[in-house]
Nanobody, 126 residues
Framework: QVQLVESGGGLVQAGGSLRLSCAAS????????MGWFRQAPGKEREFVAA????????YYADSVKGRFTISRDNAKNTAYLQMNSLKPEDTAVYYC???????????????????WGQGTQVTVSS
């Protein structure tokens, strides 16, 4: 059974930082890509960042490029999202996801991800 568990969310002031963690079962960690998505109230779930396992390529949404960094620790089966210079518009529930073969070619597409965590709330105050 694939399990993904996010942690690290919370309340932070604008300009601050948070690091999200995604602890994955071994099977999830052998997926083609791991991604982070977010969903704000009343909005669609959107892509934030992804890492492709085979070559380590990183992908970011334009809105977070230069501020967020995705990484992984293979020994701990954990993926991370370091978020710096946070803005109020970053407020959302953040989800990590493990991708199927489609995520190799389309790491930013929701449909390429088969397994999802329960989400962790990130709130950025102005």
């Amino acid at each position: 059974q694939v399990q993904l568990v996010e942690s690290g969310g919370g309340l932070v002031q604008a300009g601050g930082s948070l690091r999200l963690s995604c602890a994955a079962s071994r099977r999830a960690f052998s997926s083609y890509a791991m991604g982070w998505f977010r969903q704000a109230p009343g909005k669609e779930r959107e892509f934030v960042a992804a890492v492709r396992w085979s070559d380590g390529n990183l992908y970011y949404a334009d809105s977070v490029k230069g501020r967020f960094t995705i990484s992984r620790d293979n020994a701990k089966n954990t993926a991370y999202l370091q978020m710096n210079s946070l803005k109020p518009e970053d407020t959302a529930v953040y989800y990590c996801a493990a991708g199927n073969s489609g995520s190799y070619y389309y790491p930013a597409k929701r449909y390429a991800y088969e397994f999802w965590g329960q989400g962790t709330q990130v709130t950025v105050s102005s």
